[in-house]
């Protein structure tokens, strides 16, 4: 990622931070919509995983600048997906309800070059969580 989408992505992410809770209801509404099938992946209540989704979001938007010291985490996390019974193709839905979701969250904020540098983070990390 180059600095400016770095930075597009951090700011981006600022605005969505005081919508949160909103936005992970969004997230996975739109998830659950598109990919039925990942539901039963998940608690019922979702109250936590909510809270755990922009937890990590946050964590990662954070540390875009320093790939090298998250790399580890994502890896991990992309392990534990896996004994979850995540398969790779289903890495594809979840970046588009995150796309969606940062459109209806940021409206006229949400410019193409905030889309594509999303598009860029989104699709470097699942790259490598799927990996993993």
């Given at each position: 990622?180059?600095?400016?989408?770095?930075?597009?992505?951090?700011?981006?992410?600022?605005?969505?931070?005081?919508?949160?809770?909103?936005?992970?209801d969004l997230f996975y509404d739109?998830?659950?919509?598109?990919?039925?099938?990942?539901?039963?992946?998940?608690?019922?209540?979702?109250?936590?995983?909510?809270?755990?989704?922009?937890?990590?979001?946050?964590?990662?938007?954070?540390?875009?600048?320093?790939?090298?010291?998250?790399?580890?985490?994502?890896?991990?996390?992309?392990?534990?997906?896996?004994?979850?019974?995540?398969?790779?193709?289903?890495?594809?839905?979840?970046?588009?309800a995150l796309l969606w979701t940062?459109?209806?969250?940021?409206?006229?904020?949400?410019?193409?070059?905030?889309?594509?540098?999303?598009?860029?983070?989104?699709?470097?990390?699942?790259?490598?969580?799927?990996?993993?």
């Amino acid at each position: 990622m180059t600095p400016q989408q770095i930075d597009l992505v951090q700011t981006s992410f600022q605005k969505v931070v005081p919508i949160a809770a909103t936005a992970a209801d969004l997230f996975y509404d739109r998830l659950f919509e598109i990919a039925p099938e990942v539901r039963a992946l998940f608690p019922q209540d979702m109250t936590e995983q909510k809270k755990k989704l922009m937890a990590m979001l946050g964590t990662v938007v954070a540390n875009l600048n320093k790939l090298d010291t998250i790399l580890p985490a994502v890896t991990a996390l992309g392990q534990r997906h896996k004994t979850y019974g995540v398969t790779a193709d289903q890495y594809a839905p979840v970046g588009a309800a995150l796309l969606w979701t940062l459109e209806k969250g940021l409206g006229p904020d949400f410019t193409p070059d905030t889309k594509a540098a999303w598009t860029e983070a989104y699709t470097a990390l699942a790259g490598v969580m799927t990996s993993a």
